[in-house]
T-cell receptor, first 114, second 118 residues
Framework: KNQVEQSPQSLIILEGKNCTLQ??????????LRWYKQDTGRGPVSLTI?????NTKSNGRYTATLDADTKQSSLHITASQLSDSASYIC?????????????FGAGTRLAVHP | GAGVSQSPSNKVTEKGKDVELRCDPI?????LYWYRQSLGQGLEFLIY????????KSGLPSDRFSAERTGGSVSTLTIQRTQQEDSAVYLC????????????????FGEGSRLTVL
Protein backbone atom coordinates (compact mmCIF):
# COMPACT_ATOMS: atom_id res chain seq x y z
CA LYS A 1 0.00 0.00 0.00
CA ASN A 2 1.30 3.46 -0.92
CA GLN A 3 1.83 5.40 2.29
CA VAL A 4 3.72 8.44 3.51
CA GLU A 5 4.40 8.79 7.23
CA GLN A 6 5.79 11.87 8.90
CA SER A 7 7.32 12.49 12.29
CA PRO A 8 7.05 14.13 14.63
CA GLN A 9 3.36 14.98 14.44
CA SER A 10 4.07 18.34 16.06
CA LEU A 11 7.12 20.24 17.22
CA ILE A 12 7.81 23.36 19.26
CA ILE A 13 11.17 25.12 19.02
CA LEU A 14 12.61 28.46 20.01
CA GLU A 15 13.38 31.11 17.43
CA GLY A 16 16.89 30.74 16.05
CA LYS A 17 17.11 27.00 16.70
CA ASN A 18 17.40 24.30 14.05
CA CYS A 19 15.06 21.37 13.55
CA THR A 20 14.68 18.29 11.35
CA LEU A 21 11.43 16.79 10.12
CA GLN A 22 11.24 13.18 8.95
CA UNK A 23 9.34 11.45 6.16
CA UNK A 24 9.19 7.71 5.48
CA UNK A 25 7.40 6.37 2.45
CA UNK A 26 6.34 3.09 0.89
CA UNK A 27 5.42 4.32 -2.56
CA UNK A 28 6.16 2.52 -5.80
CA UNK A 29 6.91 3.32 -8.53
CA UNK A 30 8.59 6.41 -7.12
CA UNK A 31 8.86 9.48 -9.33
CA UNK A 32 9.93 12.23 -6.99
CA LEU A 33 9.27 13.76 -3.59
CA ARG A 34 8.24 17.26 -2.60
CA TRP A 35 8.04 19.14 0.64
CA TYR A 36 5.17 21.60 0.96
CA LYS A 37 4.68 24.34 3.55
CA GLN A 38 1.13 25.16 4.64
CA ASP A 39 0.53 28.29 6.67
CA THR A 40 -2.59 28.32 8.83
CA GLY A 41 -5.64 29.04 6.71
CA ARG A 42 -3.71 28.95 3.45
CA GLY A 43 -3.11 26.42 0.69
CA PRO A 44 0.16 24.42 0.63
CA VAL A 45 3.13 25.84 -1.25
CA SER A 46 5.95 23.73 -2.69
CA LEU A 47 9.32 24.23 -0.99
CA THR A 48 11.54 21.77 -2.78
CA ILE A 49 11.51 18.75 -5.06
CA UNK A 50 13.77 15.70 -4.82
CA UNK A 51 14.19 13.29 -7.71
CA UNK A 52 15.42 9.71 -7.42
CA UNK A 53 19.04 10.62 -8.14
CA UNK A 54 19.30 13.57 -5.75
CA ASN A 55 20.53 13.22 -2.18
CA THR A 56 20.28 16.77 -0.94
CA LYS A 57 18.88 20.08 -2.07
CA SER A 58 18.75 23.46 -0.38
CA ASN A 59 16.31 26.34 -0.67
CA GLY A 60 17.49 29.14 1.57
CA ARG A 61 17.30 27.96 5.17
CA TYR A 62 15.56 24.76 4.11
CA THR A 63 17.58 21.67 3.21
CA ALA A 64 15.92 18.47 2.05
CA THR A 65 17.60 15.09 1.89
CA LEU A 66 16.54 11.87 0.23
CA ASP A 67 17.70 8.29 0.70
CA ALA A 68 15.94 6.31 -2.01
CA ASP A 69 17.34 3.02 -0.68
CA THR A 70 15.79 3.38 2.76
CA LYS A 71 12.86 5.43 1.40
CA GLN A 72 13.42 8.26 3.81
CA SER A 73 13.51 12.01 3.41
CA SER A 74 14.17 14.82 5.85
CA LEU A 75 13.64 18.55 5.89
CA HIS A 76 16.12 20.54 7.95
CA ILE A 77 15.31 24.12 8.91
CA THR A 78 18.23 26.27 9.97
CA ALA A 79 18.05 29.34 12.22
CA SER A 80 14.27 29.14 12.53
CA GLN A 81 12.12 32.25 12.32
CA LEU A 82 8.65 32.94 13.66
CA SER A 83 7.37 32.82 10.07
CA ASP A 84 8.46 29.19 9.83
CA SER A 85 5.49 28.27 12.03
CA ALA A 86 3.36 26.14 9.71
CA SER A 87 2.58 22.58 8.73
CA TYR A 88 5.20 20.85 6.60
CA ILE A 89 3.85 18.17 4.31
CA CYS A 90 5.85 15.44 2.61
CA UNK A 91 4.38 14.43 -0.75
CA UNK A 92 5.54 11.49 -2.83
CA UNK A 93 4.70 11.51 -6.51
CA UNK A 94 4.21 8.35 -8.53
CA UNK A 95 3.10 7.82 -12.08
CA UNK A 96 -0.18 5.95 -12.12
CA UNK A 97 -2.56 5.54 -15.01
CA UNK A 98 -0.55 7.94 -17.12
CA UNK A 99 -0.65 10.86 -14.72
CA UNK A 100 1.18 12.04 -11.63
CA UNK A 101 -0.53 10.79 -8.49
CA UNK A 102 0.37 12.54 -5.25
CA UNK A 103 0.49 10.68 -1.96
CA PHE A 104 0.34 13.15 0.96
CA GLY A 105 1.70 12.68 4.44
CA ALA A 106 -0.33 13.99 7.37
CA GLY A 107 2.21 16.75 7.98
CA THR A 108 4.32 17.98 10.89
CA ARG A 109 2.94 21.02 12.67
CA LEU A 110 5.86 23.30 13.62
CA ALA A 111 5.53 26.14 16.10
CA VAL A 112 8.42 28.57 16.50
CA HIS A 113 8.28 30.55 19.74
CA PRO A 114 10.17 33.78 20.48
CA GLY B 1 -5.40 34.54 -13.45
CA ALA B 2 -2.27 34.90 -11.39
CA GLY B 3 -3.20 32.14 -9.00
CA VAL B 4 -5.84 29.53 -8.25
CA SER B 5 -9.03 31.22 -7.15
CA GLN B 6 -11.69 29.51 -5.04
CA SER B 7 -15.11 30.67 -3.98
CA PRO B 8 -16.75 31.02 -1.63
CA SER B 9 -13.96 31.33 0.93
CA ASN B 10 -16.43 30.45 3.68
CA LYS B 11 -19.78 28.69 3.50
CA VAL B 12 -22.11 27.88 6.37
CA THR B 13 -25.05 25.69 5.50
CA GLU B 14 -27.70 23.61 7.16
CA LYS B 15 -27.66 19.85 7.13
CA GLY B 16 -29.46 18.50 4.08
CA LYS B 17 -28.80 21.49 1.84
CA ASP B 18 -26.79 21.31 -1.38
CA VAL B 19 -23.61 23.37 -1.83
CA GLU B 20 -21.46 24.27 -4.80
CA LEU B 21 -17.79 25.17 -4.53
CA ARG B 22 -15.98 26.80 -7.41
CA CYS B 23 -12.36 26.65 -8.55
CA ASP B 24 -10.75 28.81 -11.20
CA PRO B 25 -7.31 27.36 -11.99
CA ILE B 26 -4.20 29.06 -13.30
CA UNK B 27 -4.56 29.85 -16.98
CA UNK B 28 -3.01 27.13 -19.12
CA UNK B 29 -3.02 24.47 -16.41
CA UNK B 30 -4.76 21.42 -17.79
CA UNK B 31 -4.63 19.34 -14.61
CA LEU B 32 -6.96 20.16 -11.74
CA TYR B 33 -7.31 18.44 -8.37
CA TRP B 34 -9.78 18.66 -5.50
CA TYR B 35 -8.73 17.79 -1.95
CA ARG B 36 -10.47 17.88 1.41
CA GLN B 37 -8.77 18.78 4.67
CA SER B 38 -10.49 18.27 7.99
CA LEU B 39 -9.34 20.23 11.03
CA GLY B 40 -5.79 19.21 11.95
CA GLN B 41 -5.72 16.44 9.37
CA GLY B 42 -3.81 15.80 6.17
CA LEU B 43 -5.09 16.34 2.66
CA GLU B 44 -7.58 13.78 1.36
CA PHE B 45 -7.68 13.34 -2.43
CA LEU B 46 -11.13 13.66 -4.00
CA ILE B 47 -10.87 13.89 -7.78
CA TYR B 48 -8.45 14.67 -10.59
CA UNK B 49 -9.27 16.30 -13.93
CA UNK B 50 -7.18 16.32 -17.07
CA UNK B 51 -8.90 18.79 -19.34
CA UNK B 52 -12.64 18.21 -18.96
CA UNK B 53 -12.41 14.52 -18.18
CA UNK B 54 -11.89 12.96 -14.76
CA UNK B 55 -9.66 9.91 -15.12
CA UNK B 56 -9.48 9.49 -11.34
CA LYS B 57 -12.49 10.13 -9.16
CA SER B 58 -11.64 7.40 -6.70
CA GLY B 59 -11.48 9.77 -3.74
CA LEU B 60 -15.09 10.97 -3.83
CA PRO B 61 -16.47 9.68 -0.50
CA SER B 62 -20.05 9.05 -1.62
CA ASP B 63 -22.48 9.59 -4.47
CA ARG B 64 -23.51 12.86 -2.79
CA PHE B 65 -20.25 14.30 -4.11
CA SER B 66 -19.79 15.19 -7.76
CA ALA B 67 -17.56 17.50 -9.75
CA GLU B 68 -17.41 18.81 -13.25
CA ARG B 69 -15.06 20.91 -15.30
CA THR B 70 -16.06 22.87 -18.35
CA GLY B 71 -13.98 24.44 -21.08
CA GLY B 72 -10.87 22.92 -19.56
CA SER B 73 -10.92 25.66 -16.97
CA VAL B 74 -13.39 26.31 -14.14
CA SER B 75 -14.42 23.39 -11.97
CA THR B 76 -17.36 23.01 -9.63
CA LEU B 77 -17.53 20.58 -6.71
CA THR B 78 -21.11 19.85 -5.66
CA ILE B 79 -22.14 18.26 -2.38
CA GLN B 80 -25.77 17.20 -2.17
CA ARG B 81 -27.72 16.72 1.04
CA THR B 82 -24.80 17.90 3.16
CA GLN B 83 -23.98 16.14 6.41
CA GLN B 84 -22.05 17.44 9.42
CA GLU B 85 -19.11 15.19 8.58
CA ASP B 86 -18.74 17.10 5.30
CA SER B 87 -17.47 20.09 7.29
CA ALA B 88 -13.89 20.71 6.14
CA VAL B 89 -11.73 22.94 3.99
CA TYR B 90 -11.99 22.03 0.33
CA LEU B 91 -8.79 22.80 -1.55
CA CYS B 92 -8.39 23.04 -5.29
CA UNK B 93 -5.05 22.81 -7.05
CA UNK B 94 -3.91 23.03 -10.65
CA UNK B 95 -0.76 22.06 -12.49
CA UNK B 96 0.70 21.63 -15.93
CA UNK B 97 -0.76 18.51 -17.49
CA UNK B 98 2.55 17.33 -18.86
CA UNK B 99 5.27 18.94 -16.75
CA UNK B 100 8.90 19.08 -17.69
CA UNK B 101 11.06 16.39 -16.11
CA UNK B 102 11.83 17.33 -12.53
CA UNK B 103 8.74 19.48 -12.15
CA UNK B 104 6.25 16.68 -11.64
CA UNK B 105 3.96 17.13 -8.69
CA UNK B 106 4.17 20.89 -8.39
CA UNK B 107 0.61 21.77 -7.59
CA UNK B 108 -0.51 25.33 -7.10
CA PHE B 109 -3.19 25.50 -4.46
CA GLY B 110 -6.00 27.94 -3.89
CA GLU B 111 -6.81 29.33 -0.46
CA GLY B 112 -9.60 26.83 0.00
CA SER B 113 -13.31 26.96 0.73
CA ARG B 114 -14.18 26.39 4.37
CA LEU B 115 -17.48 24.52 4.62
CA THR B 116 -19.38 24.32 7.89
CA VAL B 117 -22.50 22.17 8.05
CA LEU B 118 -24.70 22.91 11.04
Amino acid sequence: KNQVEQSPQSLIILEGKNCTLQCNYTVSPFSNLRWYKQDTGRGPVSLTIMTFSENTKSNGRYTATLDADTKQSSLHITASQLSDSASYICVVILVSGGYNKLIFGAGTRLAVHP
Amino acid sequence: GAGVSQSPSNKVTEKGKDVELRCDPISGHTALYWYRQSLGQGLEFLIYFQGNSAPDKSGLPSDRFSAERTGGSVSTLTIQRTQQEDSAVYLCASSLGRPLPGLAGELFFGEGSRLTVL
